[in-house]
C-alpha cells in the first residue's frame, strides 16, 4: 500500500536535525543556482533548495566517492606488509538522501544493476554496497524542468518514482511525500510523529502541479531505435566526424549520474599508504594505455564512441537498460556544446 | 554588425574552399543551448552556411591545432599535413603565434582569418537560478527570455567575460586575412584584475585554497588550453607519479600549481580554462598574476611579437631578479 | 562481506628468469596463509591481479596447473613504462606480495574433454597454454583428452620460455611437441619459420578437435587464417586476449571490447564470438 503523508516546510529541518543523529543527511546546498549535495549542518535554518533545478555534480558522488580509500598498509622494518580496512564510522554508512531529481535518483539504480547487481558475491563492490544498502533515497519531484532536461525521452519523468524510496512534492507551504518502496514504508513510519496525515485538497493541490509536468518538457529525442542502430555502426563514418570538436575533457563523465568508470592507484609516504580508488573516465587516453604502448583507444575518435556505445548499446546489452536518464549535465556543461542530444539525432538517422 | 561578419566570414572561407587553398576550415557554428557557439569544422564548401558569428564565438580554436599537426598516437610514416582555415580573435591568433614559436604548427599550413574581437560573452554571467530558454542579439543589446516568457534586455557589455573585459589585443596579432569590425572597441583600461595582488600573501594562500577546493580533478581546464599540448602531462605521469590522484585539496594543489606556472610567459588570458571548468572555478585569478608579473617584470606578453623569442627561453643580463626571493 | 578488492598475501617461492633478454622472470608463490589457497581454487586459462602495495597491480595470467599443490606460477614481462612489471623484476625470493583473483572465465575445459587439441603459442603468450597442458598432461587427466599437439614459436632459441618443460614434454610420446624460431640458428633442431607457415605445415587435423591460440596479434591472426583453411570452424578455436585491466570484476570499465569485459566474459573467447566483437583489442 502506498502512503501519503504531509509535513510543513518549515517543520522539515527541525525533523532532519534530529534524524541526523542516526543518519547523514544529504541535501542541495548552494547559492545563486548553483548547487552541490552537502551533508546538513547543524543549523537552524530553513531549507531553501525547494526551487533549485539541479546540482552540477550528480549526486552519484555520495555513494561512488570522486575519490575514496579502499584499505590502508603499512610496512615494518622487516619489509612486512600489514593491511588494515578502516573501520567506518557506523553512522556515516546509514545516509538520507532528500531532494534528488527523480533523474538522477533513477540513474542511481543503473549504478546499483553496476556495482551491487550480481547474485555472486564475487562480482559485489562491498564499498558501494555499504553505503547503498542503508540509504534512503527521497527524491524531489520537478516543478521547473530547465531546457537541457530530455528525461520524458528515456523513460523518465519529472515526477517519476523509479529509483527513489519516497518521492516528495512541494506543494507550496508543504511537501507531500509518497512511499514508494518498503524501505520508504518503514522510513516514514519512523518519522510519523513528524508527519501529518493528507487531506483531499492536498492531494489535488500535488496532481495540480505535477500531473502535467511532463508536458512541460520540449526537448525530446528519439531513442527507440538507437540501441539497434549502433548494432551495426561500429565502423560507420559518423564517428570520424562527431568526434572532431571533442576536448577529452571528461567533463561529460565526471558530471554524468550514470557514468561510472574508475581507477584504482596506490599512494604512499615513506612507509604508509593506501589503495584509492577514484573517477576516471574513458575520454581520457590513459585510461586503456596498456604497459607494452598499445592502446587499444588510442585517438578521440576511438574515445567518443566508447562513451556513446557504452551509454546506448553496451549497457543495453548488459543491463537491458540505454544509461543514460536526461538530465542534461553534459549538455549545460560540455566547454564545446557537443550535445549528446545531437549526437542521438545522428545515431537515429544512420542508415 | 556581427551579421556583416558573418556574411564576410562565409564569403572568405568559400573562396578558400573554391581556390583549393584549404582542406579544413574552423569556426563556429550555433550552439544547441541560448547563448552559446559551438566549435565547427568545415570540410565542403555545402556546410558553410553552418558558420556563425556573434557574442559568443568564445572558445579558443587554436586548441585543436596542435592535435592536427601532431597526430596520436605518432604515425610512423610522414603524415601529409591538411591545410587549415581557423578564425582567429585577438586571443585566438596569440595562441596560435605560442604554437608557431613552440613548434607546434606547421605556419604554412594554416590560413589565419583574423577578427578585431569586440569581446565575447559569458553566460555564467547570468545567475544560474534563472533558466534561459532563449536569446537574440542585435545592435550591441542581447535579449534574453526566461522559462515564464519574460524578456530580459541585457547590454552586451554586462555580460563580457573578464578576460575579454581586460583584454588588450583584440586585433589578431597574426592573420592572412583581416576582418575590421568597424566601431573599434577602445582598449581596455590597464591594470584590471589588481585585487588579488592588493591582499596578503596570507589572503591570497587562503583565496588560492578556497578556489580549488571546489576542482574535482576533470582535467577541462587543461584540455581547453592551446598551451596543454604536452604529449604527457606532469600530472598523468606515472614513473615516477609527481602528484596524487585524489580530489583532496593536497593533490589538487599539485595539479593546480603544476598547471598555472606552466603557463608562465606562455599563457595569453584567453580564459578558456576558466569558460571550461565546471565547477566555476575563476582560474584566470592566478593565471592572471603571471600575465602581469611577465609583464611587469620582463616587459613581455605572449603571443603579440612572432619574431621575439619565449619569455622563458631568453636570458637578458638586466633581466630582474626580486622574483626569486620575493613572491 | 567478501571484498574482491582486498589482496592476500602470498610469498616469492622462488625467481626464474625465463629468457636470455632477461625481461621474462617467472615467480612462484605460496598463500601466506593455508586457508587463502583453498579460496583461491582456480582453472587453467584464468588470470589474477599481482598486487604491490603502494606500487600497484598487473593482471597476469596463470602459469601453473590447477594439479600444482599450492605454488602459483606467473611469468611477468618486464616493460619500460610499466611500473608494477620493473618493480616486480626487482623482488627477491622471500619477499611479500598480494594477490587478487582468480578472475575470468578459463578455457572450457569440459568442451575440451574427449577431444584433440592443438596447443599453439607464440612469444611469451605461452603462459596460460603451459597451465592448459601441465593439467592435461597430468596422469590423473591424460585419459580424459585426445592427442594433443604444442606448437610453439619464438623469435629466437633464448627467447623460447619454459624451456625445462618442453624439454620434459618433448620426451613423453603422448604429445606432438613442434618448436620454431624466426631465423636459423647455429645448433638448433627444431624448425625454422613463422608461427602460420609451419602451423600449415604440421596440419593439425580438425576432426573432432580445438585449438587454442595465444600469441602477438599479427600471430593470432595469420594462424586463425591456417585454421580456418584446414577446416577448423570458428567455434573450435579459441584465444585468450589481452586488455589493460584494474578491478578485474567489471566494474571499473576499461576492459572491454564491445559489451563484454575481458576481465569477466573472458579472457578466453572463442573465434565464433571473436568474430562478432568489434576489433578493438
Ligand atoms: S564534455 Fe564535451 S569536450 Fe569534454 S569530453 Fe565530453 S564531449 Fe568532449
Ligand atoms: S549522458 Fe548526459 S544527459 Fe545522459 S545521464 Fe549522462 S550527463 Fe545526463
Ligand atoms: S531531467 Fe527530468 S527528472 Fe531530471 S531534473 Fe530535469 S525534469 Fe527533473
Ligand atoms: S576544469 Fe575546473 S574542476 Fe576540472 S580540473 Fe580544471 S579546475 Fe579542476
Ligand atoms: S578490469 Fe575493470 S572492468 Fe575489467
Known sequence: ?351 | ?327 | MINPYLPLPVKVQKITIENETKDLKTFDLEFCDKNDAEWFKYTCGQFAELSLLGIGEVPIGIASSPMDNRILQFTVKRYPIGVVSSTLHNLSEGDTIGIRGPFGNGFPMKDFEGSNLAIIGGGFALTTLRSLTKYIIHEKNRSRFGEITIMVAARDPGEMLYKYDLEEWSKREDIKLIRTIDREVDGWTGKVGFAAPVLKEISPSSGNAYAIVCGPPIMIKTCIAVLLELGFKASQIFNSLEMRMKCGIGKCGRCNIGSKYVCKDGPVFSYTQLEKLPQEY
Open chain 1, 1 to 351: 500500500m502506498i502512503e501519503e503523508k504531509i509535513i510543513k516546510k518549515n517543520r522539515l529541518n527541525a525533523m532532519l536535525q534530529e534524524l541526523s543523529k542516526e543518519y547523514s543527511i544529504y541535501i542541495p546546498a548552494g547559492e545563486n543556482g548553483d548547487f552541490r549535495f552537502c551533508e546538513l549542518r547543524d543549523t537552524n535554518d530553513e531549507l531553501v533548495f525547494w526551487d533549485y533545478r539541479n546540482t552540477r555534480i550528480s549526486p552519484k558522488e555520495i555513494l561512488f566517492p570522486h575519490s575514496e580509500i579502499l584499505y590502508e598498509f603499512s610496512r615494518d622494518e622487516s619489509h612486512q606488509f600489514s593491511i588494515s580496512q578502516n573501520n567506518d564510522d557506523q553512522r556515516k554508512m546509514k545516509n538520507v538522501i532528500l531532494g534528488i531529481r527523480p533523474c538522477d535518483a533513477r540513474a542511481i539504480g543503473f549504478l546499483d544493476r553496476v556495482f551491487i547487481g550480481e547474485p555472486n558475491e564475487r562480482f559485489v563492490d562491498p564499498y558501494y554496497l555499504k553505503r547503498r544498502i542503508h540509504t534512503i533515497i527521497i527524491s524531489l519531484a520537478c516543478n521547473r524542468p530547465q531546457i537541457s532536461c530530455f528525461c520524458t525521452s528515456l523513460n523518465g519523468r519529472p515526477d517519476g518514482e523509479e529509483g527513489a524510496d519516497i518521492i516528495a512534492f512541494d506543494i507550496g507551504e508543504e511537501i507531500l511525500l509518497k512511499t514508494v518502496t518498503e524501505k520508504g514504508k518503514e522510513f516514514i513510519k519512523e518519522s510519523s510523529k513528524w508527519l501529518g496525515n493528507v487531506k483531499k485538497s492536498d492531494i489535488d493541490k500535488k496532481n495540480k502541479i505535477f500531473k502535467e509536468s511532463a508536458k512541460r518538457i520540449n526537448s525530446r529525442v528519439s531513442v527507440e531505435k538507437v540501441k539497434e542502430k549502433l548494432d551495426d555502426s561500429f565502423e560507420a563514418d559518423f564517428w570520424n566526424e562527431i568526434h572532431r570538436k571533442c576536448l577529452g575533457c571528461g567533463i561529460c563523465t565526471f558530471l554524468c549520474s550514470t557514468c561510472h568508470c574508475f581507477d584504482i592507484t596506490d599512494e604512499t609516504s615513506a612507509d604508509r599508504g593506501k589503495r584509492i580508488k577514484c573517477w576516471d573516465s574513458c575520454m581520457y587516453p590513459l585510461f586503456t594505455l596498456h604497459a607494452s604502448g598499445h592502446n587499444p583507444r588510442p585517438n578521440y575518435k576511438e574515445r567518443m564512441r566508447q562513451r556513446i556505445m557504452h551509454k546506448f548499446n553496451y549497457c543495453p546489452e548488459n543491463f537491458k537498460e540505454l544509461f543514460c536518464v536526461g538530465c542534461g549535465r553534459c549538455i549545460r556543461n560540455c566547454p564545446v556544446n557537443l550535445d549528446i542530444r545531437e549526437v542521438i539525432n545522428q545515431v537515429s538517422q544512420l542508415k
Open chain 2, 1 to 327: 554588425m556581427m551579421k556583416e561578419i558573418e556574411t564576410r566570414i562565409k564569403e572568405v572561407v568559400k573562396d578558400l574552399f573554391t581556390q583549393n587553398k584549404i582542406d579544413l576550415f574552423i569556426g563556429y557554428s550555433k550552439g544547441s543551448l541560448p547563448l552559446t557557439s559551438s566549435p565547427c569544422f568545415i570540410t565542403k564548401s555545402e556546410d558553410i552556411e553552418k558558420l556563425v558569428w556573434n557574442s559568443f564565438c568564445s572558445n579558443n580554436l587554436a586548441v585543436y591545432l596542435p592535435r592536427i599537426f601532431n597526430p596520436q598516437p605518432r604515425k610512423k610514416e610522414k603524415i601529409e599535413l591538411p591545410r587549415i582555415g581557423i578564425l582567429a580573435k585577438g586571443c585566438d591568433a596569440r595562441s596560435i603565434v605560442v604554437l608557431i614559436k613552440e613548434h607546434q604548427i606547421a605556419r604554412d599550413n594554416v590560413f589565419i582569418l583574423g577578427i578585431v574581437c569586440q569581446g565575447m560573452g559569458d553566460r555564467k554571467k547570468i545567475r544560474n537560478d534563472i533558466e534561459i530558454t532563449g536569446a537574440e542579439e542585435k545592435n550591441g543589446r542581447i535579449t534574453i527570455v526566461d522559462e515564464n516568457k519574460k524578456e530580459i534586455e541585457l547590454k552586451r557589455e554586462e555580460l563580457l567575460s573578464d578576460c575579454c573585459i581586460e583584454c588588450q589585443h583584440a586585433t589578431p596579432p597574426i592573420h592572412d586575412i583581416l576582418i575590421e569590425s568597424g566601431n573599434q572597441r577602445p582598449a581596455a583600461p590597464k591594470g584590471g584584475g589588481r585585487d588579488f595582488e592588493k591582499k596578503s600573501i596570507e589572503d591570497r594562500w587562503n583565496l588560492f585554497q578556497e578556489e580549488i577546493s571546489k576542482c574535482i580533478r576533470c582535467y577541462a581546464c587543461r584540455q581547453a588550453c592551446p598551451n596543454c599540448y604536452c604529449r604527457e602531462c606532469f600530472a598523468d605521469q606515472t614513473k615516477p607519479r609527481w602528484i596524487g590522484v585524489t580530489d583532496h585539496i593536497s593533490d589538487v594543489m599539485f595539479y593546480q600549481i603544476g598547471r598555472i606556472f606552466h603557463q608562465a610567459g606562455r599563457c595569453v588570458d584567453c580564459g578558456a580554462c576558466v569558460r571550461a571548468c565546471p565547477m566555476g572555478i575563476d582560474l584566470r585569478v592566478f593565471t592572471h598574476k603571471l600575465v602581469r608579473d611577465a609583464k611587469e617584470l620582463f616587459d613581455y606578453e605572449a603571443g603579440v611579437f612572432l619574431e621575439e623569442g619565449l619569455l622563458l627561453a631568453t636570458f637578458k643580463p638586466e633581466d630582474k631578479q626580486e622574483f626569486i626571493s620575493e613572491p
